[in-house]
């Protein structure tokens, strides 16, 4: 059973730092269209390579976090663990 719940810990972890991301790459991307002061193209393309990184961060997030829960789902521990929860 502590391996259900570790595995429920990280695939809610997972799935929270990958939706951390997408907003911070919002962020990341307003700042490439909005003009300020001092803006060049260097400081452009290091936020939209910032932006693209996290992208891809967080998707390889969201993937942990559905492995973890196929893992879940695979094992009737974890079935009973994620009805439980989930309410």
């Given amino acids: 059973m502590e391996?259900?719940?570790?595995?429920?810990?990280?695939?809610v972890d997972y799935?929270?730092?990958?939706?951390?991301l997408v907003a911070i790459t919002a962020f990341?991307?307003?700042?490439?269209l909005l003009p300020f002061e001092g803006k060049t193209i260097t400081k452009t393309?290091?936020?939209?390579?910032?932006?693209?990184?996290?992208?891809f961060i967080s998707?390889?997030?969201l993937y942990?976090?559905?492995?973890?829960?196929k893992v879940?789902?695979?094992s009737e521990e974890g079935q009973?663990?994620?009805?439980?929860n989930s309410r």
């Fill in 28 to 32: 990341l991307y307003i700042g490439t």
């Fill in 3 to 11: 391996k259900v719940k570790e595995y429920y810990e990280k695939m």
């Fill in 64 to 69: 942990l976090s559905y492995y973890y829960r």
């Fill in 72 to 74: 879940l789902l695979e």
């Fill in 80 to 84: 009973e663990y994620l009805t439980k």
């Fill in 45 to 55: 393309y290091v936020l939209m390579g910032g932006s693209v990184g996290f992208i």
């Fill in 15 to 20: 799935k929270r730092f990958a939706f951390i």
């Fill in 59 to 61: 998707c390889l997030l």
